[in-house]
């Protein structure tokens, strides 16, 4: 029997004990999957006291990320990329920090929604530790460049330099942002979160694939992708069920199917 969980604050909301549930079911693994809301300042202890228990790994939220990357004693490439961690696996006292969030954007992105990325010019939108997380995945997809654009343009550069070794990258403003369309273009601001879409040249979205990190909800980003002559449109969903299954993979070597759990999440939030 696998112990497991998902740390947070808030975590009422995760939708992660649903996800392993199926995935446990559909792979016949025995699994205990619990939510544990840690206090703010108090996240470490939490999840040393879930590893006293008989943990077997764990996924982390926000706002835990790179605590859960200073818990860690060792780290993958994408952790080390990142700087954050979203899930753990514990081996004997080794804790070992895992960042699947880019996997799942990739996955969802080029598996589900069949969207070739190699070539392709992407923009991303935001230049905060969403888009740290996701940029080395998307990168080793090999696209023609990933654009960063970002409020505050110092912090989209300093990103695109941390990232150029991986592939071609570069970040300025989001006033720098020109008419001239995209292939494909990432909403990883925090603008969803607070009904705001940013004031960008609307050109850039004219038949471009538009998707939201954000879901459950039609965000004023998707509705600007919209009214903008997007060519598709989508929410972050199956990303969240892509990199929940990176991890259910990570700790039991399990590699569940994804669409169908998809479909199941879909319908109990319709």
Known sequence: ???????????????????HALFAHQTGVQAEYTKILAPIDGFSQSAYDFINQGADGFNITVPFK???????????????????VNTIKVNGNELIGENTDGIGLVNDLTKNLEIDLHDKIVLILGAGGATRGILLPLLQQNPKRIMIANRT?????????????????CGFG???????????????????????????AT??????ACYDLMY???????????????????????????????????????QPDTQAVIKTIKALND
């Open 1 to 19: 029997m696998y112990k497991l969980a998902v740390f947070g604050n808030p975590i009422e909301h995760s939708l992660s004990p649903k996800i």
């Open 66 to 84: 790179i605590d859960a990357f200073n818990l860690a004693t060792t780290h993958t490439i994408n952790a080390q990329c990142a700087s954050a």
């Open 153 to 169: 343009a110092s912090k989209a550069t300093q990103l695109a330099k941390d990232f150029a070794k991986y592939g071609k990258t």
């Open 174 to 200: 989001l006033e720098k942002i020109k008419n001239d369309p995209v292939d494909i273009i990432i909403n990883a601001t925090s603008a969803s979160l607070n009904g705001e879409m940013p004031n960008i």
């Open 203 to 208: 050109g850039v979205a004219n038949n471009a």
């Open 216 to 254: 459950g909800q039609q965000t004023p980003f998707m509705q600007w992708a919209e009214v903008n002559n997007a060519s598709m449109i989508f929410d972050g969903l199956g990303m969240l069920v892509e990199q929940a299954a990176a991890a259910f993979e990570f700790w039991t070597e399990k």
